[in-house]
């Protein structure tokens, strides 16, 4: 008997979105109720589906999740469920209705022989009817009853979703089976009847549990974060809890060799967190007080006690999961172009073998009975079944394979572009750099002292969280002792620039180079002062006050330690790279000769950038953009792929960004761009093993030098051929 988590259409295709050109909604619906539909994991079930209940008063929106087999319904009344219902259960889908907070049923295996028992004993009748026919004996009916019983045992599920499907006109992989075994019964090929549905029922099996492996390795990432935490009680003591109970803002506490079960920031203790699950990281991060730390990773040495910053339901691990369950279900190219040439093929094949069965004994004087077998073959060969998980079965294990490695792909779409990338735009501060600048020294300019430059200056600068900004107050706080500011009124972010606002009864700008020109402000003296400053490789900021220069400050950041590293395998790759920045153009030239970016530009607004980048699409072709997913939002949104650097923790980049690097590690990029590469050439072999397979057969089936069987085992041959092809992406390196 096959078990439950094998019922698919088409072998194990769980894993593909749909069948049209539209992807389907994967978020839950205002007001929607969740059905659990074991028998749906297949695009083929999603168009009967969709058949049936779009075109029901009753029904107001459908939304599918194929890998989890949960369908979505919004009635269009509150009276409306029982007849969606009866619906279901009228085309074969029995669904369970889910509470709201409910997981998701898990189908727990009943030992080998429950599951699989009528299986093994069909196979045997099947074995026993080959050996019989093979002998030649003269009791004729007892191959007949060993075929007859086989075919009951093992085959009874396909015979039933098959009436179903044609029922409704719909000729998938359960309705041809059906049809080619009772042909094949009808002709008298009783014993490789028999045979081919053993085999496709166990081809069934094999291609599902195949299959599981892709899913499974997106259902992992669920099971990261723990399901309790220890939490810190009104009375001071320290008492389990489920994670789901835990609110914002309790104190959590993790032993050494425990998992972080929630979203936190240290508030006592210190300790080496194994990030791995989160950010890719090989080696643990030390953590200490005031330091984030992410649900699922693991405490490794000390004890800390945290204070909860995310529910479990918002959790970095939460977003993550729900960003990859979301892109699983977003085709990519590929995929689409599968699913349009399979609505082709597969009524074409129909067709063949129908004119095959009827018009080859009036044409070329074949037997009838040779003409209907030759059909029969050809009706197993239209299975479209390996061609269609060519595609999604490579998708997901990339998908998988990228998020185990903290690179967050938003679908696969971008996982496949990223394999023709001809360009990549870098913003500088905290992406090349290391976004942690500090002031090397501060030069005045006319009367203002010292203390009054860095007072007024800090003041300004800790209503922003610009890198640049925070440099500034470093340096008042750590090297002048600087701990109380001064109000600021009238405060306002110029982008791009720096900030203004008004502090003791004066007007005051602190900016860059470009808004000292734009302000009139930069003479002769200032002006040599600042290229002075910038030649050296090194961002000057003014601070003004009525209209007069007060100080510059001189600000240096540095190169990461594994830019150059990432610049250089990029080059190998080639991929053009380019570096966009508001910083003054020699600061900029600078890190990018250090670091051997092929081209850089400074002194840029937001909407430069944007212009930039579109440039860089019209010379180079896909062209994608670095950033922090939040300033350099217009260029990213632009790139045909917008990467966020260290996305771990941050709601923003994780929403917006096409794919997310959870850490700051550059060196992602490239791996990235070399798993795509590798995905791509596994979707060109999968489609040219599962067409080449099926075109052989189908001039095998015509020439009559292909049997039945023999049209099964290439069937899943093929299916597993391109499914282990395809799961060889979850062992990249």
Same mark, same amino acid.
């Given at each position: ?173 359960? %309705? ?5 075994? *009772? #042909?094949?019964? +009808?002709?008298? /090929?009783?014993? @490789?009847?028999?045979? &081919? ?74 300790? %080496? ?5 989160? *950010? #890719?990281?090989? +080696?643990?991060? /030390?953590?200490? @007080?005031?330091?984030? &730390? ?84 050809l009706l197993v060969i239209a299975c479209p079944c390996a061609l269609v998980i060519s595609t999604p079965v490579t998708v997901v294990s990339g998908l998988a394979a990228a998020a185990r490695h903290g690179v967050l792909i938003k679908g696969g779409l971008y996982l496949e572009q990223a ?146 590293k990432t610049l250089e395998q990029l080059r190998e790759l080639n991929v053009h790279t380019l570096v966009l920045s508001g910083d003054n153009p020699h600061t900029v030239a600078r890190i990018a000769e250090q670091l051997g970016v092929d081209d850089a530009r400074g002194n840029l607004l ?114 597993l051929l391109v499914i282990f092809n395809g799961l060889r992406l979850l062992r990249f390196k």
């Amino acid at each position: 008997m096959q078990s439950k988590s094998s019922t698919s259409c088409c072998g194990g295709c769980q894993t593909e979105a749909t069948v049209t050109d539209t992807a389907p909604q994967t978020e839950p619906l205002t007001g929607g109720v969740r059905l659990y539909i074991n028998a749906m994991d297949c695009p083929t079930e999603e168009r009967m589906i969709r058949a049936k209940l779009e075109t029901m008063p009753e029904v107001k929106n459908l939304a599918f999740n194929l890998m989890d087999r949960v369908l979505t319904v919004q009635p269009a009344t509150a009276d409306s469920m029982p007849a969606i219902i009866r619906a279901l259960e009228d085309i074969g889908f029995p669904p369970e209705v889910l509470d709201d907070d409910q997981s998701i049923p898990v189908e727990p295996s009943s030992g080998f022989f429950k599951d699989y028992g009528r299986l093994v004993l069909g196979g045997l009748c099947a074995l026993v009817a080959e050996v019989l026919d093979y002998q030649a004996i003269d009791q004729a009916w007892l191959i007949v009853a060993f075929a007859l019983l086989g075919i009951a045992l093992s085959g009874l599920g396909t015979y039933k979703k098959g009436w179903t499907a044609l029922r409704h006109l719909d000729f998938n992989i359960n %309705a041809l089976m059906s049809i080619a075994v *009772t #042909g094949a019964m +009808l002709i008298g /090929e009783w014993p @490789e009847a028999v045979m &081919v549905m053993v085999l496709f029922t166990l081809a069934e099996v094999i291609e599902s549990k195949s299959l599981d492996r892709a899913r499974n390795a997106i259902k992992e990432l669920m099971a990261l974060a723990p399901d309790t935490a220890t939490v810190k009680g009104p009375a001071g003591d320290w008492v389990a809890q489920p994670v789901g109970e835990v609110e914002l803002g309790q104190t959590v506490r993790v032993r050494p060799g425990e998992k972080i079960p929630l979203d936190g920031e240290i508030i006592s203790g210190s300790a %080496a967190v194994n990030q791995a699950p989160i *950010t #890719g990281e090989s +080696l643990p991060v /030390e953590k200490t @007080e005031g330091d984030k &730390v992410f649900a699922g990773t693991l405490n490794e040495t000390g004890m800390l006690e945290l204070k909860v910053t995310a529910l479990a339901s918002n959790s970095t691990v939460a977003r993550i999961i729900h960003a990859v369950e979301k892109a699983q279900s977003e085709r990519a190219p590929a995929q689409r172009f599968i699913d349009r040439f399979a609505r082709v093929y597969t009524p074409a094949v129909l067709i063949l073998a129908a004119l095959t069965a009827l018009l080859m004994p009036l044409a070329f004087g074949w037997s009838w009975i040779d003409a209907v077998y030759r059909a029969l073959v050809l009706l197993v060969i239209a299975c479209p079944c390996a061609l269609v998980i060519s595609t999604p079965v490579t998708v997901v294990s990339g998908l998988a394979a990228a998020a185990r490695h903290g690179v967050l792909i938003k679908g696969g779409l971008y996982l496949e572009q990223a394999s023709k990338l001809k360009a990549l735009a870098f913003d500088k501060t905290g992406t090349l750099t290391e976004g942690r600048p500090q002031v090397t020294h501060v030069e005045l300019i006319g009367d203002a002292t010292h203390a009054d430059a860095v007072l007024f200056a800090a003041s300004l600068a800790s209503h922003s969280d610009h890198p640049i900004s925070q440099a500034v107050v470093r340096f008042a706080n750590e090297r002048e002792q600087l701990s109380d500011f001064l109000s600021v009124d009238g405060f306002e972010s110029l982008t791009g620039r720096g900030v203004q606002g008004r502090l003791e009864a004066l007007d005051c700008v602190l900016g860059n180079h470009r808004l000292i020109h734009e302000l009139g402000l930069c003479s002769s003296a200032l002006e040599a002062s600042l290229e002075a400053i910038e030649e050296q490789g090194q961002t000057a900021v003014v601070l003004v006050c009525d209209q007069r220069p007060w100080a510059i400050f001189a600000i240096a950041d540095q190169p990461k330690t594994h830019s150059r590293k990432t610049l250089e395998q990029l080059r190998e790759l080639n991929v053009h790279t380019l570096v966009l920045s508001g910083d003054n153009p020699h600061t900029v030239a600078r890190i990018a000769e250090q670091l051997g970016v092929d081209d850089a530009r400074g002194n840029l607004l937001p909407e430069q950038k944007l212009e930039a980048v579109q440039a860089l699409k019209t010379q180079h072709g896909i062209t994608a953009m670095v950033g922090d997913g939040i300033n350099d939002a217009p260029a990213m949104a632009s790139a045909d792929i917008g990467f966020a650097m260290g996305a771990a923790g941050t709601d923003t980049a994780i929403e917006t960004a096409d794919v997310a690097l959870m850490d700051d590690n550059l060196e992602k990029l490239p791996w990235f761009i070399r798993l795509s590469r590798t995905a791509s050439w596994r979707l060109k072999q999968n489609i040219t093993l599962a067409l080449g397979i099926k075109l052989l057969f189908m001039v095998l089936a015509l020439t009559g030098e292909a049997t039945l069987w023999m049209a099964v085992f290439a069937d899943l041959g093929a299916s597993l051929l391109v499914i282990f092809n395809g799961l060889r992406l979850l062992r990249f390196k």
